[in-house]
């Protein structure tokens, strides 16, 4: 038994013993916090409620801020680097999953050497960016570069928060199907993809004067009739990229009628994605 509870006795990292450090310097306001929330959860007025909400935010928000800050400062070089040290941790797989990913996308729709050359040279004004801050001590000596900073950081967090509201809708649906159907984001990137491949086919036999009631038939159909018509109507040969449309069409139907059971991997949404740039591509003339 008294081997089995030092197996359970983990040591807590850097950032738990800051959290501790904090609520600890929190707990002078609990009673303020705690009146605060049961008068808000009482308040049976929704109008009411959001004007509290507000009222109470603009209360607590400086009063943790102005907290964190104390005890950012208060905390050891020491201790920092280790709260420092976690995070690159934490985050170090995570980046370098999505630095493939991104790269895998990036050679896909775009020249590689181009690619490698962005990615080389971000590297390099990176090491640049770094020598010529360290020669700048006085810089960060000056107490209105850590509050202009500070200010950059809310105004730039506020803007995130904004965009995310826009998304939530999606966000929401996502959250659903992934605990619903063990579905992600990939799967909604693909088949957001290729269903567009019919209305832009459909898009561009409108342009080529193709009325709607002759828009009838199946995909197949639809492409073979925009094929034709752009080699007789705008004299192109057309790449492989409208040529694959046939078979990616299998692919959309896969993932609208079995998408619980097929997911596609990170690598072929990529595919598909890059796919349905080439179709616009070709269809449009770039």
Same mark, same amino acid.
């Given at each position: ?13 850097? @950032? ?170 990939? @799967? ?73 059971? @097929? ?20 269809? @449009?003339?770039?």
């Amino acid at each position: 038994m008294i081997s089995e509870n030092k197996g359970n006795c983990r040591k807590k990292s850097a @950032w738990e013993r800051f959290s501790a450090r904090f609520e600890k310097r929190m707990e002078k306001h609990q009673a303020e916090f705690r009146d605060m929330c049961l008068k808000y959860d009482q308040e049976p007025d929704e109008e009411s409620k959001q004007k509290l909400k507000f009222s109470y935010l603009e209360k607590i928000a400086p009063i943790f801020t102005v907290a964190f800050f104390e005890e950012l400062v208060a905390t050891s070089d020491r201790e920092f680097g280790r709260m420092m040290s976690e995070i690159a941790n934490a985050m170090e797989t995570k980046l370098e999953e999505l630095g493939r990913d991104y790269l895998d996308f990036e050679l896909m729709v775009r020249d590689p050497v181009t690619v490698l050359q962005e990615v080389f040279l971000t590297e390099r004004l990176g090491r640049v960016i770094q020598r010529a801050l360290e020669k700048q001590e006085e810089l960060f000596e000056e107490p209105r570069l850590l509050m202009r900073l500070m200010a950059l950081m809310t105004i730039r967090e506020f803007s995130f928060g904004v965009v995310f509201a826009t998304l939530r809708p999606f966000f929401e649906i996502l959250n659903m199907v992934r605990d619903r159907l063990g579905i992600n984001e990939d @799967w909604a990137i693909a088949t957001f993809a290729l269903n567009l491949e019919e209305s832009l086919l459909k898009k561009k036999l409108s342009e080529l004067g193709v009325p709607k009631n002759e828009m009838r038939g199946n995909f197949h159909n639809l492409l073979e009739k925009t094929i034709n018509l752009i080699e007789t109507k705008e004299g192109r040969r057309l790449g492989s990229a409208v040529f694959l449309s046939a078979g990616y069409r299998k692919l959309r139907n896969k993932l609208d009628h079995e998408g619980y059971i @097929w997911k596609p991997t990170r690598k072929e949404t990529n595919e598909i994605v890059s796919h349905l740039l080439r179709l616009v591509n070709a269809l @449009w003339e770039g």
